[in-house]
């Protein structure tokens, strides 16, 4: 009987069972984490080039490089691949699945096979969109707008929509999966209150996905009815409305960009508590303004659309809103930061990935605030300045906050340690690269460069050049994370237990690397979340 | 390269300075809050960085702290708010006295034509100091109209009418783009607004060939078109009296109102009997691709210019 327990312990998710079908038709959570690990990799990469394609063909204001065209379409898949392929599942589909059921004390999510539906779903949906760039792109921005995109453009429209209609899909079911997980799947004692943050940001997230995701799959057919059957339904040529597919499209794209940045928020909250050795500061209202998040995500799609013919009054509502969907986000920084007061601060790899993020957040979303402002909106709308803006959110946050994350676990997903020293190197040349990529497109768009622009007047050229350079280091330090995430899975020190003295039934339960069943025995919580009462010694925490 | 660098652009509509002032502000705040923060994170990590004999201490939190951080965005939210709505409101409320000019966009050009008639493609000259009111349409896709030095953008949808205004302050030449993005050419689609003294503005004006004025040409058109037939005063009444109904508001067959407008006078043209006035029955054929954007624009402008019969009953609001 020992025996057999030993062995059962010592035998880990990632071994067991090896073959490619173990793998492709597995329905552990952890693995299925890992495969989106591996998908959504390929397309941040692929994604990653077309923005250095953009950004070379930008060094000089001649459109010289590319022709217009081929530029149009390198945006377009910038932006597709980026947003439907990378941003939206990367914190909730890679972290999110590999955690959640360790964090809550459960042995899987609750409904496994869907969850490998999902995956197989995005990954369809990816390489819909790979296809429709493979025949020969497409080139209506990743925006779609009508009638563009439904009357005009000669590209591939009809193909990348479908994919991003089939990985909406996978995004619904995941939402479901992880509610139906965190309401019904929690262990003895875990109650509300004693959840890690991060569950508190992947429910506030699902909640998004499920009642989001569907508007996008509809507005996505009307589009390809009108292209491919003529009904009017958007062209006023045919009878459709102009403004109409504006207000479905932000509808759900805008609350999307809470599917992306509230996991990456529960992200931080979990790091800055490990590496500042103390309870988060103001629990409850981090819990709390995550859902304020989504329901207010709601109701500020109308922002994207203060100069596109909207009532002048309709634009009020919407800029009120949008100020208010800026205070809870305002208090999450202020409690992050309140967190490390008094507290034991380690500036291990993942720590330098949050402390990033909180200052590249506070700048993405003050200057949110500049773009729900009417009267600064009608200059800047569709300039570089909101290019900076979304991507000091999309880069500054997300990114940053998930490669946080996946250092962070990394020891626990795989058992070896990344090395840190390059780690560290990869963070600061990854944050230096960033603000001097996006810092001069603030500046550019205040100027009046539009966005879109294949060529531009040569009084913007010193700030281009500045932004190529940034963006050749920035590329840089994702490559180098690219050499050495995966080499430490062979040379890295093996770990095992807790190499973080973290909390959390993930690292304190669960087995590193987990066991398939993830516990041996149901867990029971007794404690409250982030309990780092009581000494400690340097052996603890070895990262210090 | 570095000629003509700049960080700031040059400011040269009536507004542009009050838009500068909220933006500078709001620089202020962004520069005082992403210090603030810094410094507390560079403090803590500092003072507090884990060593050897050195313990957290934990906090609970405070409802203190988590209310006036709060509260007092919140009203540095409000204000901005409410100062951002207010030059907003002024921008898209144009002048009544202002001058009239047209703006047809389409893949990948803009067509404008002046109120006495002169027509010009990617340019727009304008005299310093006059309020002028451009109405425009879009005749395929969507694309916007930027001029960053007067800070002022709108969309130019296709189907339906939009504007801006502006009161040019400084003599020069400056930027016009298309900001909305609208195809292969998208980056292609604009040029200059020169801004002139009213003397050269009116050299320039006579030097070009005038043509005729929109007000007259949408005449013609009304007459050529036959529109007269049901719509001139003592016609037979089988369609409304047009004179003097612009800016008015319309009673419809089902008891709504609407205003007599742009967007309504394309509408009754391209689909007349979508939305009918009351007492007439819906017998108008459509115009539809009889018209094209730029001849339904110069009717909108004769119409505009009809003054009331005499004798005809007080104007309805």
Same mark, same amino acid.
């Given at each position: 009987m020992t025996t057999t327990m030993e062995k059962r312990r010592a035998e880990s998710y990632l071994g067991g069972e090896y073959g490619i079908k173990s793998w492709f038709l597995t329905q552990d959570h952890k693995r299925i984490g890992i495969l989106y690990l591996l998908g959504l990799t390929f397309f941040f990469f692929l994604g990653g080039l077309f923005a250095v394609l953009i950004r070379l063909e930008l060094l000089t204001p001649a459109g010289d490089l590319f022709q217009a065209e081929t530029y149009n379409k390198l945006f377009t898949l910038h932006g597709i691949f980026m947003i439907f392929f990378f941003l939206l599942p990367a914190v909730p589909a890679v972290l999110g699945n590999f955690l959640l059921p360790l964090m809550i004390g459960a042995k899987d999510v609750a409904f496994p096979k869907l969850n490998l539906l999902s995956w197989y779903l995005v990954m369809a949906g990816g390489l819909f969109a790979f296809w429709a760039m493979v025949a020969g792109g497409v080139d209506t921005g990743w925006t779609f707008y009508t009638p563009y995109s439904s009357t005009y453009a000669n590209t591939h429209v009809i193909a990348a929509a479908l994919g991003i209609f089939i990985a909406g899909f996978g995004s619904i079911l995941t939402g479901v999966n992880f509610i139906a997980t965190i309401h019904k799947m929690r262990a003895p004692g875990l109650t509300w209150f004693r959840l890690p943050l991060f569950v508190w940001a992947q429910y506030a997230t699902s909640l998004i996905m499920v009642l989001g995701t569907p508007v996008i799959a509809i507005t996505i057919l009307l589009v390809a009815i009108e292209r491919l059957f003529g009904v009017g339904i958007f062209d006023p040529g045919k009878g459709g409305d102009p403004i109409l597919f504006q207000h479905l499209f932000w509808f759900y794209s805008h609350p999307a960009v809470y599917i992306m940045i509230l996991p990456a928020m529960g992200v931080i909250s979990e790091?800055?508590?490990?590496?500042?050795?103390?309870?988060?500061?103001?629990?409850?209202?981090?819990?709390?303004?995550?859902?304020?998040?989504?329901?207010?995500?709601?109701?500020?799609?109308?922002?994207?659309?203060?100069?596109?013919?909207?009532?002048?009054?309709?634009?009020?509502?919407?800029?009120?809103?949008?100020?208010?969907?800026?205070?809870?986000?305002?208090?999450?920084?202020?409690?992050?930061?309140?967190?490390?007061?008094?507290?034991?601060?380690?500036?291990?790899?993942?720590?330098?990935?949050?402390?990033?993020?909180i200052g590249l957040f506070t700048i993405g979303g003050l200057t949110g605030i500049f773009l729900a402002t009417l009267a600064i909106d009608i200059h800047v709308h569709d300039s570089y300045f909101v290019v900076a803006h979304f991507h000091y959110v999309m880069v500054g946050g997300v990114v940053m906050a998930f490669l946080g994350g996946l250092h962070f676990w990394w020891?626990?997903?795989?058992?070896?340690?990344?090395?840190?020293?390059?780690?560290?190197?990869?963070?600061?040349?990854?944050?230096?690269?960033?603000?001097?990529?996006?810092?001069?497109?603030?500046?550019?768009?205040?100027?009046?460069?539009?966005?879109?622009?294949?060529?531009?007047?040569?009084?913007?050229?010193?700030?281009?050049?500045?932004?190529?350079?940034?963006?050749?280091?920035?590329?840089?330090?994702?490559?180098?994370?690219?050499?050495?995430?995966?080499?430490?899975?062979?040379?890295?020190?093996?770990?095992?237990g807790n190499p973080w003295g973290a909390k959390g039934l993930e690292w304190e339960v669960v087995d590193t690397p987990p066991s398939p069943h993830n516990f041996h025995e149901t867990p029971s919580v007794e404690e409250p979340p982030y309990n780092y009462e009581g000494e400690y010694t340097a052996a603890e925490v070895a990262h210090a | 390269m570095f000629e003509d660098f700049s960080l700031f652009p040059e400011a040269a509509s009536s507004y542009a300075g009050d838009i500068d002032a909220v933006y500078i502000f709001l620089i202020g705040v962004t520069v005082f809050f992403s210090t603030l923060i810094s410094i507390a994170l560079l403090w803590c990590m500092l003072r507090y960085r884990r060593r050897e004999g050195h313990q957290a201490q934990q906090i609970e939190g405070s409802l203190l702290l988590e209310l006036s951080w709060s509260i007092v965005p919140l009203l540095i939210c409000l204000f901005v708010f409410g100062w951002g709505a207010k030059i907003f409101y002024n921008v898209l409320t144009p002048p009544k006295d202002a001058m009239e000019f047209y703006v047809t966009g389409k893949q990948w050009m803009w067509r404008i034509q002046h109120p006495t008639g002169q027509r010009e493609i990617n340019q727009l000259h304008v005299p310093v100091g006059e309020k002028i009111v451009l109405k425009m349409i879009s005749e395929d896709v969507n694309h916007s109209f930027w001029i960053p030095a007067f800070r002022v953008k709108a969309d130019v949808v296709p189907g339906l009418y939009?504007?801006?205004?502006?009161?040019?302050?400084?003599?020069?030449?400056?930027?016009?783009?298309?900001?909305?993005?609208?195809?292969?050419?998208?980056?292609?689609?604009?040029g200059?607004?020169?801004?002139?003294?009213?003397?050269?503005?009116?050299?320039?004006?006579?030097?070009?060939? *005038? #043509?005729?004025? &929109? %007000?007259?040409?949408?005449?013609?058109?009304?007459? +050529?078109?036959?529109?007269?037939?049901?719509?001139? $005063?003592?016609?037979?009444?089988?369609?409304?009296?047009?004179?003097?109904?612009?800016?008015?508001?319309?009673?419809?067959?089902?008891?709504?109102?609407?205003?007599?407008?742009?967007?309504?006078?394309?509408?009754?043209?391209?689909?007349?009997?979508?939305?009918?006035? *009351? #007492?007439?029955? &819906? %017998?108008?054929?459509?115009?539809?691709?009889?018209? +094209?954007?730029?001849?339904?624009?110069?009717?909108? $402008?004769?119409?505009?210019?009809?003054?009331?019969?005499?004798?005809?009953?007080?104007?309805?609001?």
């Open positions: 790091l800055v508590s490990c590496f500042s050795r103390k309870r988060v500061f103001g629990y409850k209202f981090i819990a709390f303004s995550s859902l304020a998040i989504a329901v207010l995500g709601f109701l500020v799609w109308g922002h994207h659309m203060f100069v596109s013919g909207q009532s002048l009054y309709a634009g009020m509502i919407f800029s009120l809103l949008s100020f208010l969907v800026a205070i809870p986000s305002a208090i999450k920084v202020f409690n992050w930061t309140a967190t490390l007061y008094r507290g034991s601060v380690s500036l291990a790899t993942p720590m330098l990935y949050a402390l990033g993020f020891p626990k997903m795989f058992g070896r340690m990344y090395p840190e020293w390059a780690a560290k190197v990869s963070a600061v040349v990854i944050f230096v690269g960033f603000n001097l990529t996006f810092l001069p497109q603030f500046i550019l768009g205040y100027l009046g460069m539009p966005r879109r622009y294949h060529a531009y007047p040569e009084e913007f050229q010193v700030l281009n050049v500045l932004s190529t350079a940034g963006a050749s280091i920035l590329g840089l330090g994702f490559l180098l994370s690219l050499v050495y995430m995966p080499w430490s899975l062979i040379y890295g020190r093996k770990v095992r | 939009s504007s801006i205004w502006f009161e040019a302050t400084k003599v020069g030449e400056y930027h016009l783009f298309c900001a909305e993005y609208c195809g292969t050419k998208h980056s292609k689609m604009g200059q607004v020169v801004v002139m003294d009213p003397s050269d503005y009116q050299a320039w004006l006579d030097a070009e060939p *005038a #043509g005729v004025t &929109p %007000v007259e040409a949408g005449r013609l058109l009304f007459e +050529n078109l036959r529109c007269d037939t049901c719509h001139a $005063a003592g016609s037979g009444q089988r369609g409304p009296d047009l004179a003097g109904r612009f800016g008015r508001s319309v009673t419809l067959a089902d008891g709504q109102t609407m205003r007599f407008d742009e967007d309504y006078v394309r509408e009754s043209m391209l689909e007349p009997t979508r939305r009918v006035s *009351a #007492g007439f029955q &819906p %017998v108008m054929p459509t115009y539809q691709g009889q018209v +094209n954007e730029d001849q339904i624009q110069k009717i909108i $402008a004769y119409l505009k210019s009809l003054e009331p019969e005499v004798g005809d009953a007080a104007p309805e609001r």
